[in-house]
């Protein structure tokens, strides 16, 4: 009967703080502005793709001297064949001027994106001046050009040995080249992409936990403090006991956090899978079949609801007992900083993972990747990388889950005390006070 009782309460107080939050304007609002963002996000690439298709490629014309034993158009056609290696959408377009200062005009203009002017050096080499506005520095064509060219001159020079054309293309023949994790063929990524796509998607998915947790905890931290403020709390507690209320907050808050998630989410997976026959409707060409993109597994997903759910119950129940040591809004922020601090290491060192600066195959970070409150960033960002294996997922899993039991003891006796603290400056003292007295 007790466990009914206990099973009921939860439920009622769930249930009351999930439609009260969902039926406010801010919770409407932000999901909708946030599905219209992250469809947006998803659909990024076909609109860069479709934009870029507008332009046919930056203009550029070449422009050869007198003393320059190379004809413009053998130039230009290098130029394209090299630089446009999708040729329904090149990169630039490549032709022939023989009007050198009219072209200097027309990139000053901005009628064109460059100017390639070749000259004969005493040497015998050729000289290449590429006129143009563009940063060298901030855009990619410029050092495109320069590879460009350097392939034209050592061609050049090869003509000039007396290496006939057939010859120089067994020259310029690219070398067998791949690049494999160490782990490859027991989990791990076999190809520099396939790496690159699975630490994007671990990044991604840990953004997602550390917002769902930084943002839906302060909602139940703030939900305690406003009742507390209004002295709500010392009736609702003769109606149901602590644990009671700090289980059907976190359901409820966590339930609607779940819910905004799956709204948000099921558009922009529906653009994700169906991106091949998105792109083939409004760029034409043959569509693809629909699939998961590279670096999403059906795996992955699975740990990344696993350590979701595990994550934010952890925090959830932190952040509520925190919430019932203030008397005031105001000081809500001084005792939920260290759990936001903490929260937020953990998300910094996935996101440095992801992008090389530190190795969580190395120790200590692999043991850091156990710890409780920082293995819902970790050990997904692991998994996501190919460095963590099932086995690793489990033992980190049933650590979080123990230390969730362990909280919602701790977090019980604190919330059931928080009331005795009203109008007090919460500190330390408080706080050890306030769990010594809980019940």
Do not use: C, H
């Not at 999901?31 to 609109?47: F, N, S, Y």
């Not at 290449?128 to 410029?142: C, G, Q």
């Not at 509520?320 to 203030?326: C, D, I, P």
Request: avoid cysteine.
């Amino acid at each position: 009967m007790a466990v009914a009782d206990d099973l009921r309460n939860i439920v009622i107080v769930a249930r009351r703080e999930y439609f009260s939050r969902l039926r406010t304007r801010t919770f409407v609002f932000s999901t909708v502005a946030l599905m219209l963002l992250v469809t947006l996000l998803a659909a990024a690439p076909i609109a860069i793709t479709w934009i870029g298709r507008g332009s046919n490629g930056s203009k550029v014309v070449v422009y050869t001297g007198p003393r320059v034993s190379l004809a413009a158009s053998d130039v230009a056609s290098s130029l394209n064949a090299q630089l446009n290696t999708d040729p329904t959408d090149p990169a630039i377009d490549a032709s022939v001027t023989t009007d050198l200062a009219a072209a200097r005009t027309a990139v000053v203009d901005g009628k064109l994106s460059g100017l390639l002017d070749i000259e004969r050096q005493g040497s015998g080499d050729l000289a290449f001046t590429y006129v143009t506005t563009a940063n060298p520095s901030l855009e990619r064509l410029p050092l495109l050009m320069e590879q460009a060219t350097s392939s034209i001159a050592i061609q050049d020079r090869l003509t000039r040995l007396g290496i006939s054309p057939g010859e120089q293309a067994g020259v310029f023949a690219k070398a067998d080249f791949s690049t494999v994790d160490p782990t490859a063929g027991q989990g791990g990524p076999t190809t520099g992409a396939e790496q690159a796509a699975r630490f994007g998607i671990g990044f991604g998915l840990t953004i997602l936990i550390f917002m769902a947790i930084l943002l839906y905890g302060q909602w139940i931290a703030q939900s305690v403090a406003e009742e507390k403020s209004s002295r709500v709390m010392e009736v609702i507690l003769n109606a149901a006991s602590p644990f009671q209320l700090l289980g059907g907050k976190v359901t409820g808050v966590g339930a609607l956090a779940l819910t905004q998630y799956i709204v948000i989410a099921i558009p922009a997976g529906l653009v994700l899978l169906f991106q091949g026959q998105l792109s083939s409707l409004i760029l034409g060409g043959a569509a693809q079949p629909s699939s998961l993109p590279q670096g999403i597994s059906v795996a992955l997903l699975a740990v990344f609801g696993l350590f979701f759910l595990l994550g934010f119950g952890l925090y959830s129940v932190l952040y509520a007992a925190a919430g019932s040591l203030v008397s005031r809004q105001e000081e809500l922020n001084q005792l939920i900083g260290p759990l936001t601090m903490i929260s937020t290491a953990g998300y910094l060192i996935a996101a440095w993972s992801a992008s090389g600066l530190v190795d969580l195959e190395r120790f200590p970070m692999t043991l850091l990747s156990y710890v409780p409150f920082l293995s819902p960033y970790l050990m997904l960002a692991r998994f996501s990388s190919g460095g963590a294996g099932p086995i690793a997922v489990l033992i980190a899993a049933v650590i979080l889950g123990l230390t969730i039991v362990a909280a919602l003891w701790v977090a019980a006796r604190i919330y059931s005390a928080g009331v005795l603290l009203y109008g007090q400056q919460p500190g330390f003292r408080k706080v050890w006070a306030a769990l010594r007295a809980g019940r």
